[in-house]
């Protein structure tokens, strides 16, 4: 099975580098190629997570790498985690990694290095990482929906202020509001389509009212042009370019969002 081989690979509406970003896919996730353009440098593909099609440059793909299932896996942690070729900041970087990338876990050498930890990418490149910068799957695992809930806020709160509005972005590197909060439930094992409007008429979602929304739940807007998540009763955080182009909390009552709200959901979890 085909997979991509680089921490963020951009997804083009057409098979030109000119073309407008339709989505972005990530370092170690499954696709699907649905045509070869052999005369071009690109490869039309889904991504098997979300079903979603667009161009990607053909270096990006590795054809035969199978699913990328490491054991032991961790999982980048930070918006932007390094990783190096020996265990020392003044070493070579050789990888910038967004957060929610899976590596496989080779070692670590607890009495001399307890900080750092040896790992593979999917790509075949062997390095180190800070144990700061990394958490493990069990992280995203909750017994109670209360729990969940917490996680989702805590992890989507990281991007306050810190991760730029990018029109296609799905990562800590940059991100719209569709990807943000697809990120953010995919980081644990929830699955949600790509698009707003995909989103907040699709599958997944049921609708709530505005007096029962609680941390986690859906806020859809006009035309269903936009999307954030709530982080309690009375605020919500969003990718947008509402006076600054960031990730940001907004209030859910306030007269700039209340009058453009279309719909409240909540995951069926």
């Not at 050789?94 to 670590?108: E, F």
């Not at 917490?150 to 709160?157: D, E, K, T």
Request: aromatic share 12%; glycine share 6%.
């Amino acid at each position: 099975m085909p997979a991509l081989i680089e921490p963020i690979v951009t997804m083009y509406k057409c098979p030109d580098l000119l073309s407008e970003t339709v989505s972005q896919a990530k370092m170690g996730e499954p696709i699907d190629i649905i045509e070869d353009k052999s005369r071009t440098d690109f490869y039309l593909i889904k991504t098997l997570w979300d079903n979603y099609t667009g161009f990607v440059q053909k270096k990006s793909v590795d054809k035969e790498a199978g699913t990328w299932s490491p054991e032991p896996s961790i999982i980048t942690a930070s918006l932007t985690n390094l990783v190096y070729s020996s265990p020392k900041v003044q070493a070579q970087i050789i990888a910038r990694l967004p957060l929610g990338i899976k590596i496989k876990l080779l070692g670590s050498n607890k009495d001399h290095q307890p900080s750092w930890l040896n790992v593979m990418l999917c790509n075949g490149l062997v390095g180190f990482i800070q144990v700061g910068d990394i958490c493990f799957p069990d992280r995203f695992k909750f017994n109670n929906l209360s729990s969940l809930r917490q996680s989702l806020v805590s992890w989507a709160n990281k991007f306050e202020g810190a991760t730029t509005y990018l029109w296609g972005g799905t990562s800590s590197f940059g991100i719209d509001c569709s990807g943000f909060v697809q990120h953010i439930y995919r980081l644990h094992d929830l699955p949600l389509e790509r698009d707003a409007s995909q989103m907040g008429q699709g599958k997944y979602l049921k609708n709530i009212k505005r007096e029962d929304v609680l941390p986690g739940d859906l806020i859809f807007f006009k035309d269903y042009g936009h999307v954030g998540m709530a982080i309690s009763h009375f605020s919500f955080i969003h990718a947008t370019t509402h006076l600054k182009p960031v990730v940001q909390v907004s209030e859910i009552d306030s007269s700039n969002w209340l009058e453009n709200t279309i719909q409240y959901s909540r995951y069926k979890f």
